[in-house]
């Protein structure tokens, strides 16, 4: 089986997303709509996709495409999403799955309703400290989990200026105020992709931006927003905590990991740093930097690879880890561009997969819901002052969807 793919949104981000799908066995033809059409002929022409669409509207509406990939601005997911639902559409979206509890709901709904596919793409759940802690989870190395942290730590000066100005055209600074904790699923992600729990309640503060360069400013913001960070300590059904940073301000290279996590558990823990990440348990200290580093600007001849096996040289150099599992990852993928520490080569797989095969995508809706929500909450929470206050759960998914 083979999918027909329509990509909503032709900027900076999708066309990473585009080659991906188009070069995977399991799709079978890939068309592109923006509402800036120029933006949606150049990528089609550069990647040799199958065509643009006129608008989003005709896209729903073709008998000839069957999936939805949404790269929109992240405040316009969860409509999008609806609406492409209530269209008989499957639907990979970016991140994050909605910014209002009621699309979340809504999205659930419909997926349960329609047994369509829904997957959220978030980097986080194949970032290679979550796939390690995942794995040593299972393997019972951590004992119980009491205690996590996820940091998001991408400053506006490394990019998001430039990213908002692409998107945003005039009123750029308008949009540039996005609140924090509406986008923490890459930091969220990356802690519950790695333990099967979920958050039940919230405390958070937002700190207040100082620059003053009309960013952050309530007076401009779309969003009422004047926090560029934001701090949240979750308590989760299992009795520990989750503490989540969300960093717009911060003096920390991004480029080099803008995502970075902390396990402890009562037999083990593992911290991660910029460049460094350790295992630690009550023996000992060790460092796991190696397995987890992407080192995407290694060449095929580095001496680093010497001792490396050629499956898996390939999937170095294309920026994946060696804790990563590349043997499931499609030939055509082999040398091709990943991005976020490897895991754009997942996602995409991911979905596809789990189109064709009519099963479950890991990030399916109601663990999108568990990455999503509590920073709905914690955002609510922050305008609170801090007020400690609950957080829903939309449950496990069921085994019939």
Not at 72 to 95: C, D, E, F, M
Not at 188 to 214: E, F, M
Request: proline content about 4%; overall charge negative; hydrophobic content about 40%.
């Amino acid at each position: 089986m083979s999918i027909s793919l329509g990509l909503v949104g032709a900027g900076q981000f999708a066309g990473q997303f585009a080659t991906l799908f188009k070069l995977h066995p399991g799709v079978s033809r890939v068309v592109v709509t923006d509402v800036v059409t120029e933006r949606a002929q150049e990528l089609n022409d550069r990647i040799h996709l199958d065509g643009v669409v006129d608008n989003f509207e005709t896209m729903l509406a073709s008998d000839d495409i069957d999936s939805i990939a949404i790269f929109t601005q992240r405040w316009t997911h969860g409509p999008l999403v609806i609406q492409s639902l209530r269209a008989g559409k499957n639907v990979y979206s970016a991140v994050p799955m909605a910014i209002s509890e009621d699309d979340i709901a809504t999205i659930i709904e419909l997926v349960r309703d329609t047994k369509l596919c829904y997957m959220m793409g978030e980097t986080s759940f194949y970032n290679p400290a979550t796939v390690f802690a995942r794995q040593n989870f299972a393997a019972g190395k951590f004992g119980r989990v009491f205690y996590a942290e996820g940091d998001y730590v991408h400053d506006m000066d490394l990019g998001f200026y430039d990213a908002y100005k692409y998107s945003g055209g005039d009123d750029w600074k308008s949009t540039a105020s996005y609140p924090p904790m509406l986008y923490p699923t890459h930091s969220i992600g990356g802690v519950l992709g790695a333990i099967p729990d979920h958050a039940t309640s919230v405390s958070c503060i937002g700190v207040r931006d100082d620059r003053n360069d009309g960013v952050f400013d309530r007076d401009i913001s779309m969003f009422d927003n004047d926090f560029s960070n934001a701090s949240a300590l979750f308590e989760l059904a299992s009795g520990g905590a989750m503490r989540i940073n969300e960093m717009r301000r911060v003096g920390y290279p991004s480029y080099i990991r803008e995502s970075r996590f902390r396990f402890f558990g009562t037999e083990g823990s593992f911290e991660q740093m910029a460049t460094v990440a350790f295992w630690q348990d009550k023996t000992g200290v060790e460092d796991v930097s190696a397995q987890i580093d992407t080192s995407a600007t290694l060449t095929a001849d580095d001496p680093s690879l010497a001792n490396v096996s050629p499956a898996l040289r390939d999937a170095f150099v294309s920026g994946h880890a060696l804790i990563h599992d590349t043997e499931r990852l499609p030939d055509e993928f082999i040398g091709v561009h990943n991005g976020h520490e490897g895991s754009h080569h997942f996602l995409v797989d991911d979905f596809v997969t789990a189109v064709n095969t009519r099963t479950l995508p890991p990030v399916n809706a109601w663990v999108a819901a568990r990455f999503t929500l509590p920073g709905i909450v914690a955002h609510r929470s922050a305008l609170a002052g801090g007020e400690r206050l609950p957080i829903h759960d939309f449950g496990d998914a069921p085994h019939d969807v």
